[in-house]
């Protein structure tokens, strides 16, 4: 089965980190990107970054809410794709989704929450 | 930046009845970038169409997707009880950005 699960989600005050993980399996995980996606309480969807598969040399973009702030790295071995946040603020809080780039965002993880809070 | 703009953002409807969402972009995109999806609450979202009108395997064809201009429709023919939730256009092509959304409900 084609999956994608995010672990690493809590409560984290704000100026803090915390780092997400994205676990896939059942699809050879190399040949995608891969994006993260997050979503505010009772909120629209907003994309926070992509990492691009080694064909497209790892490169990484991300949304300018979280440049500079946020990190995300893969790897491949581990079929694995991490975001690192720092210097987290209260707008971070969201759910947090990983998800395939196919044709669409055609695989969804799902997600796991991240709450800024004192 | 493109920004999509979803309209209406809520539909108020009865199952059985057609559904038709828009969703206009800020300037002329590519068609083969734009996708919809489903969302329910407490769920990821579903993809339901790609390249503006191609369904993945698995999606119903009562749901269609059609362009004219910077304006994407999705249809969904003939409601039915699990189709009332948020659906959401999203751009992914050289920039990356979402629709606000427009919550289906049950009139």
């Known amino acids: 089965e084609v999956q994608l699960v995010e672990s690493g989600g809590g409560l984290v005050q704000p100026g803090g980190s915390l780092r997400l993980s994205c676990a896939a399996s059942?699809?050879?995980?190399?040949?995608?990107?891969i994006d993260w996606v997050r979503q505010g309480p009772g909120k629209g969807l907003e994309w926070v970054g992509r990492?691009?598969?080694?064909?497209?040399?790892?490169?990484?973009e991300y949304a300018a809410s979280v440049k500079g702030r946020f990190a995300i790295s893969r790897d491949d071995s581990k079929s694995s794709l991490y975001l690192q946040m720092n210097s987290l603020k209260i707008e971070d809080t969201a759910v947090y989704y990983c998800?395939?780039?196919?044709?669409?965002?055609?695989?969804w993880g799902q997600g796991t929450t991240v709450t800024v809070s004192s | 930046e493109i920004v999509l703009t979803q309209s209406p953002d809520t539909l108020s409807l009865s199952p059985g009845e057609r559904a038709i969402l828009s969703c206009r972009t800020s300037?002329?995109?590519?068609?083969?970038?734009l996708a919809w999806y489903q969302q329910k609450p407490g769920q990821a979202p579903r993809l339901l169409i790609y390249?503006?009108?191609n369904r993945p395997t698995g999606i119903p064809d009562r749901f269609s997707g059609s362009v004219s201009g910077t304006e994407f429709t999705l249809t969904i023919s003939n409601l039915e009880p699990e189709d009332f939730a948020v659906y959401f256009c999203?751009?992914?092509?050289?920039?990356?950005?979402f629709g606000q959304g427009t919550k289906v409900d049950v009139k």
């Open positions: 390249g503006s009108s």
């Open positions: 300037q002329s995109v590519w068609r083969r970038y």
């Open positions: 999203h751009f992914y092509g050289t920039s990356r950005t």
């Open positions: 059942g699809f050879t995980f190399s040949d995608y990107h």
């Open positions: 998800t395939r780039k196919g044709n669409g965002m055609d695989v």
């Open positions: 990492s691009r598969k080694k064909a497209s040399s790892y490169t990484t």
